[in-house]
């Protein structure tokens, strides 16, 4: 019923900034709480941020003060943005949605996904 599409991942110098944006379609998008995750080339799929229907905000450590995520219902828009940059955050990115009301870092809650948006952080 929900439809995702992510935008804004390319390269990147490390230091630098990337604002990626999740456009959201289907049912009412205010009604669900919206997450990002990413996965490097070989390793499992992390959390990286969520952000619940209320507002409510949670990071992953290796985040934790470099990345905001945010939402704009009107636009039917969730965003990561993205500062201070390092290579290790080079990955594809996911963004996802939940039914559920409450903040969640397991992949298996969310019930939508987009399919990804790489991000490239070069030395």
């Known amino acids: 019923q929900v439809q995702l599409v992510e935008s804004g991942g390319g390269p990147v110098q490390a230091g630098g900034s990337l604002r990626l944006a999740c456009a959201a379609s289907?049912?009412?998008?205010?009604?669900?709480?919206m997450g990002w995750f990413r996965q490097a080339p070989g390793k499992e799929r992390e959390f990286v941020a969520t952000?619940?229907?209320?507002?409510?905000?949670y990071y992953g450590d290796s985040v934790k003060g470099r990345f905001t995520i945010f939402r704009d219902n009107v636009k039917n828009m969730s965003y990561l943005q993205m500062n201070s940059l390092k290579p290790e955050d080079t990955a594809v990115y996911y963004c996802?949605?939940?039914?559920?009301?409450?903040?969640?870092?397991?992949?298996?809650?969310?019930?939508?996904w987009g399919q990804g948006t790489h991000v490239t952080v070069s030395s």
């Open positions: 996802a949605a939940t039914n559920g009301w409450a903040l969640t870092t397991v992949r298996e809650e969310y019930d939508y």
């Open positions: 952000i619940s229907w209320s507002g409510e905000t």
């Open positions: 289907g049912r009412t998008f205010s009604s669900y709480g």
